[in-house]
């Protein structure tokens, strides 16, 4: 899933039912894979609604135009997948090709070689760093996203409140805005988020990671991009088999912090 389709369903999610934005977004989800090859009033027409409506609802999702979403619709093909990591497969398509069994095998490997590969002293870092900070927020793209939110409501179990948003562009606010008292965590697998200005297909887009005055942590299974001058606090994480199973090595990630912050606490507090 790349940028639009994203953005359509986090509006989707956002809008009642049965409202004009619900059945706009609704359509252009259902072919996404044939609006490269449409002018504007053909789109219109299959939406049931005017040339100027469409526009606007495009404005409202983020993008300048219509060349520009279709710009970005034009990507989806080509990086609905995870970007920078084609050579692995998704875990649905190697459950598909190989069965349940399999993949659950595959998952074990991965998840046995993970102690072995993960820094705890990085770790330690970032969980004392969430410690000091006050304002912190936690973000991913698509799939990641749904970590930081995992992320977020752990901690807040613990009375430590961070933001986090399901919609990229307000993410990009957020980044954009933060200042030298501001820690931002970053889920990204591949590393992407950093160096493709989180979910931006267009070159033009601003490097907002690297401007930004907030610290920043990233959690990722990239080397290059954990330890990217930008990034102050990485975590680096290792995938030892072919399937992308980070959605599951980026939750064991999660509850080590959560239980290295636990441990911080109640060592200041015992120190108190």
Do not use: W
Not at 8 to 19: G, Q, W
Not at 190 to 209: C, E, P, T, V, W
């Amino acid at each position: 899933m790349y940028i639009v389709a994203y953005r359509l369903l986090n509006l989707l999610n956002d809008c009642e039912f049965d409202s004009t934005d619900a059945h706009i977004a609704k359509r252009l989800l259902d072919m996404i894979y044939e609006v490269e090859f449409l002018p504007i009033d053909q789109v219109a027409n299959r939406c049931h609604i005017s040339k100027s409506t469409l526009s606007k609802f495009i404005k409202r999702l983020g993008f300048e135009d219509y060349k520009e979403f279709r710009d970005n619709v034009r990507n989806e093909k080509k990086r609905s997948k995870y970007t920078g990591n084609e050579q692995k497969l998704s875990m649905n398509e190697f459950i598909e090709a190989q069965g349940i069994e399999r993949y659950l095998n595959v998952l074990s490997g991965d998840i046995k070689n993970f102690l072995s590969g993960i820094n705890m002293g990085q770790i330690q870092k970032l969980a004392e760093a969430i410690y000091e900070y006050d304002k912190i927020a936690a973000f991913g793209a698509v799939y990641s996203e749904t970590v930081a939110m995992d992320f977020m409501y752990m901690f807040a179990e613990e009375r430590k409140y961070i933001k986090t948003n399901l919609f990229d562009i307000k993410q990009e606010q957020f980044i954009n805005q933060a200042d030298e008292d501001t820690l931002i965590i970053i889920f990204s697998n591949s590393g992407q988020y950093i160096y493709r200005d989180g979910m931006k297909a267009l070159n033009s887009s601003k490097l907002f990671i690297k401007k930004t005055k907030g610290r920043i942590a990233l959690i990722t299974s990239n080397k290059e991009a954990a330890y990217d001058p930008c990034i102050t606090y990485p975590v680096l994480y290792h995938l030892t088999t072919v399937v992308q199973n980070h959605l599951m090595i980026e939750r064991i990630v999660v509850n080590l912090i959560v239980d290295c912050y636990r441990k911080i606490k109640k060592e200041k507090r015992e120190n108190s």
